[in-house]
């Protein structure tokens, strides 16, 4: 009887071996995982701190039931291996690891799978690597219990009292947080960093914590009145096209690749008739690209994790669809060449303001004109999206306003190979750089195309065509690609380049050509576009500014970089995620030269702020001017 008490209250030297042996095994993963994750060198302390929880974590079951505190260390093992290798992943993509919102987001995953898929590295892959072997020693070692219990208390007859062990792996997690305190410039806010910490804190955050309460001042985003400027009602009772091209960066715009034009075009149309935003970036949230049409018809950021038309589906919105609406227009319409239940436009685009909505399963995406030699990777072409939209839009009574978004340029950029017209060099070819100019120059002849249709229809004339792209297509931040685009543009291929999209807005016949260097983005299209039609909105906040009159260019960003980071006219700010201070970044426009981060402060905290402001205004329903309580279509309370 006192054999028996004594087991329950000690452990085998078999159990000792294989705890110690795991917990080698997580240390090794912990470090290999935070190495991926730029956290300033403190890689020890984090795994130092991940090892201490799961040591506490151990020692605590192991007071009850030692075979309960062996079972919670092998779960835990096998599903933080599989969790390091998504967070890896994911961090290779977006620079910071996944939030538990959007895991409800999974089905939208036909956006980026191809690029998620090329980003699994051995790295992410070696997590999982030893599972199968921890698998068969576990079988293996129960199977011998089962067949020959005697036997095996045998083997495992040496025992030490759990207690002591419990004691001795307290002691131990405590000198590890000893030390991380003793290591210089490591702070304790870092360890929301933590792979145990983020992930708990960040389901709590998204399901538990309640919404921010924060006093906003509308009357701050309230837009200003209007004043005498030469760009006002320029473009007054024209129709409005607005063409949001997938992955499409500025640094293509004149550019040339081996003396072949990529982007003539777009060229001709920026030395005719338009105004040019050179230094124009996006502002997106986690929709991508449904997030910049959101931003550019409401003049509102989108969340930062999740997509606007999911989460703020039905909110009382007053953008670009319902100003027009107001102001003469016969009505709003919406255009997209991929399934239409996509990021939920479909429910959305009532909300939005839009009369209708063409998606695929409204065209006739076998019919290509002879262009192709197999199928586009993903919807329509974007010759046929412009071609049979036309037909459609061609039954309007004018004025209207059709909102269009191109997909042929979307990731991986692979096009049928008769719908390829640059010659490449042998070492760009089915390379993402080779294919990406391809793409862009591909979409570039269907717009010229487009046009010459819009003349054809006697729709050009009286029309506005607004131009820019939704995200960023190539990082910079891997070498295989910097390289060949550095080699193209003969610079630097630099962190303003990657959020620097292009942005430009025809009005045919205006007689004049400007090129406007305030730096703006998704949010100021809004107000700069109601300027040139003679719109004003006195119904709702606007979030940017009109880039005519603005005395300072200010682009608030988050996403792709932590909130609180901004592009100015001057300097881009860049706050990583981890918010480690040694990993902030300031960087001067034009010469790239490193400035003190910590001079930005008090800029960084208005970014942060205004974002902030919006999203409880999205999460209050009362984007409105004209109410504080806000009402659903059907007349009832929206807690949207």
Request: charge should be negative.
């Amino acid at each position: 009887m006192d054999d028996k008490k004594a087991k329950k209250r000690s452990l085998s030297l078999g159990d000792i071996i294989f705890t110690s042996l795991m917990l080698v095994a997580f240390g090794v993963k912990f470090y290999v995982f935070y190495s991926q994750l730029h956290l300033g060198g403190f890689e020890l302390c984090f795994t130092l701190a991940s090892l201490a929880f799961l040591m506490v974590l151990y020692s605590l079951v192991c007071l009850i039931s030692h075979k309960a505190a062996r079972v919670v260390l092998t779960v835990l093992y096998f599903v933080s291996s599989v969790v390091m290798g998504i967070d890896g992943v994911y961090y290779a993509y977006v620079s910071k690891l996944p939030s538990a919102v959007q895991a409800g987001m999974a089905w939208q995953l036909g956006d980026v799978v191809d690029a998620i898929a090329d980003l699994i590295k051995f790295r992410h892959v070696l997590n999982l690597i030893d599972l199968p072997l921890w698998l068969i020693w576990l079988i293996d070692r129960s199977l011998i219990k089962k067949k020959n219990p005697t036997a095996a208390e045998a083997v495992s007859r040496p025992r030490v009292n759990r207690f002591v062990v419990s004691a001795a792996l307290v002691a131990l997690a405590g000198l590890f947080v000893a030390f991380n305190f003793l290591v210089r410039d490591f702070r304790p806010e870092y360890y929301e960093n933590e792979l145990y910490y983020y992930h708990f804190s960040d389901v709590y955050k998204c399901f538990f914590a309640p919404p921010e309460e924060k006093d906003v001042d509308k009357t701050v985003y309230e837009a200003p009145a209007p004043v005498e400027s030469e760009y006002y009602g320029l473009a007054e009772g024209r129709n409005i096209f607005i063409i949001q091209v997938e992955a499409m960066q500025n640094f293509l715009i004149g550019a040339e690749y081996e003396g072949q034009e990529l982007t003539p075009t777009l060229n001709a149309l920026i030395g005719n008739d338009s105004f040019y935003f050179r230094n124009y970036y996006y502002q997106i949230g986690g929709g991508n690209t449904c997030d910049a049409e959101f931003a550019v018809n409401n003049s509102l950021f989108a969340p930062e994790s999740e997509a606007a038309y999911v989460k703020f589906t039905t909110n009382d919105y007053y953008g670009l669809p319902f100003l027009v609406k107001d102001n003469g227009y016969s009505g709003a319409y919406a255009f997209h060449g991929y399934d239409g239940i996509f990021w939920n436009r479909e429910a959305a685009y009532p909300y939005q303001g839009f009369d209708d909505y063409t998606s695929l399963e409204d065209f006739d995406a076998t019919s290509n004109i002879d262009e192709v030699d197999s199928p586009f990777g993903m919807g329509i072409s974007d010759r046929e999206f412009f071609r049979q939209s036309l037909e459609k839009i061609k039954t309007y009574e004018e004025p209207f306003y059709s909102f269009m978004i191109t997909l042929s340029s979307h990731y991986p950029f692979a096009l049928p190979m008769k719908a390829r017209h640059i010659s490449l060099k042998p070492d760009d070819e089915a390379t993402l750089f080779g294919l990406y100019i391809q793409s862009i120059n591909y979409f570039d002849g269907a717009l010229g195309e487009f046009i010459e249709n819009l003349k054809a229809a006697d729709l050009y004339d009286n029309s506005i065509i607004v131009i820019y792209g939704d995200h960023y297509a190539l990082t910079n931040t891997d070498p295989a690609i910097s390289t060949r685009v550095e080699a193209m543009l003969g610079r630097d291929y630099t962190i303003f380049d990657v959020f620097n999209v292009p942005c430009i807005i025809h009005i045919p016949g205006m007689g004049k050509s400007e090129t406007i260097d305030t730096a703006g983005g998704h949010v100021d299209l809004l107000p700069t576009l109601l300027c040139l039609l003679g719109i004003e909105n006195d119904k709702a906040v606007m979030f940017g500014q009109n880039l005519f009159e603005a005395e300072q260019g200010f682009v608030c960003e988050q996403t792709h970089m932590a909130r609180g980071s901004f592009i100015s006219d001057e300097v881009l700010l860049k706050k990583p995620y981890n918010n480690i201070k040694t990993n902030y970044d300031a960087y001067e426009y034009g010469t790239m030269a490193r400035l003190d981060p910590e001079s930005f402060e008090e800029q960084s905290a208005v970014a942060a702020d205004r974002i902030d402001d919006c999203m409880v205004l999205l999460a209050e329903n009362r984007i409105l001017l004209d109410s504080d309580e806000s009402t659903d279509s059907d007349g009832e309370e929206n807690d949207n």
